[in-house]
């Protein structure tokens, strides 16, 4: 995780436009509405705490049309809610 943040094309990425950037499928807002990610969509990656950055990776994930999607440990970082 903490590669994806330090990345140079990512880091300095604003979260919003980066998950409308890479919505294939068109659900981008579903993303953002389930994940919680309205405060954070004007960000920087690069200023996510790491639950922030958890929920951005995994929408990231969610939004990309593949046909395989793996998820080690989603949950890590993230609060109880």
Do not use: W
Request: glycine share 6%; with cysteine.
């Amino acid at each position: 995780m903490d590669s994806v943040a330090k990345a140079k094309n990512v880091a300095t990425a604003i979260v919003g436009k980066r998950l409308a950037a890479l919505d294939a499928k068109g659900i981008k807002e579903d993303a953002i509405r389930y994940l919680d990610l309205e405060s954070i969509l004007e960000r920087q990656v690069q200023h996510l705490s790491g639950g922030e950055l958890q929920r951005f990776i995994i929408g990231l994930t969610c939004v990309q049309k593949v046909d395989i999607y793996m998820f080690d440990e989603p949950s890590s970082y993230l609060d109880v809610k």
